[in-house]
T-cell receptor, first 115, second 114 residues
Framework: DTAVSQTPKYLVTQMGNDKSIKCEQN?????MYWYKQDSKKFLKIMFS???????INETVPNRFSPKSPDKAHLNLHINSLELGDSAVYFC??????????????FGSGTQLSVL | AQSVTQLGSHVSVSEGALVLLRCNYS??????LFWYVQYPNQGLQLLLK??????LVKGINGFEAEFKKSETSFHLTKPSAHMSDAAEYFC????????????FGTGTRLLVSP
């Protein structure tokens, strides 16, 4: 059973389109994240949600809108896609805050290519 | 602000040789430090982490890392490389306030030759 699953794995689209990436975790975690990994492998946090509430928004353009219908899901919707949005997007979730056993679990990524 | 610097975007070793991946950090508070591994077409997996307990941390797959405050370093080592160790390795730092503040380095690709 996949702990953090995201779909689709690959997404190829034209500039100006709107697309969504879905993420689900079956670990019972309260906190979920979206990370962006650029072509140089630099990985940076975009959003963090805790119990469906947004707690981090790292100066991401308004075209990106995360939605968390419940704490097991965190979807990412992107409007008016631009060439610079091409990257690998990783969903992640983490176990309880301040726990010494706290871990971050990643999905396998969605490679977005904007043409 | 916290940051990590990984020296060398690529490291090449022969199978059986020592693996050394370098990571230096900058933090204004006692840091939590992590090493993650990313295999092709997969997400990142935690190798090991330092959270202010023992300075020598042992992780999965025979990897270990030593926290050296005086050198602000957290280098990753493995005595003997296997072909299966070929992957991208990321060092990361946080201020301990959960993963919300986790900052990653730019990664080091480990290449292992027969």
């Amino acid at each position: 059973d996949t702990a953090v699953s995201q779909t689709p794995k690959y997404l190829v689209t034209q500039m100006g389109n709107d697309k969504s990436i879905k993420c689900e975790q079956n670990l019972g975690h309260d906190t979920m994240y979206w990370y962006k990994q650029d072509s140089k492998k630099f990985l940076k946090i975009m959003f963090s949600y805790n119990n469906k509430e947004l707690i981090i928004n790292e100066t991401v353009p308004n075209r990106f809108s995360p939605k968390s219908p419940d704490k097991a899901h965190l979807n990412l919707h992107i409007n008016s896609l631009e060439l610079g949005d091409s990257a690998v997007y990783f969903c992640a979730s983490s176990s309880p805050h301040s726990s010494t056993n706290e871990k971050l679990f990643f999905g396998s990524g969605t490679q977005l290519s904007v043409l | 602000a916290q940051s990590v610097t990984q020296l060398g975007s690529h490291v090449s070793v022969s199978e059986g040789a020592l693996v050394l991946l370098r990571c230096n950090y900058s933090s204004s508070v006692p840091p939590y430090l992590f090493w993650y591994v990313q295999y092709p077409n997969q997400g990142l997996q935690l190798l090991l982490k330092y959270t202010s307990a023992a300075t020598l941390v042992k992780g999965i797959n025979g990897f270990e890392a030593e926290f050296k405050k005086s050198e602000t370093s957290f280098h990753l080592t493995k005595p003997s490389a296997h072909m299966s160790d070929a992957a991208e390795y990321f060092c990361a730092v946080s201020d301990g306030a959960g993963f919300q503040k986790l900052v990653f380095g730019t990664g080091t690709r480990l290449l292992v030759s027969p």
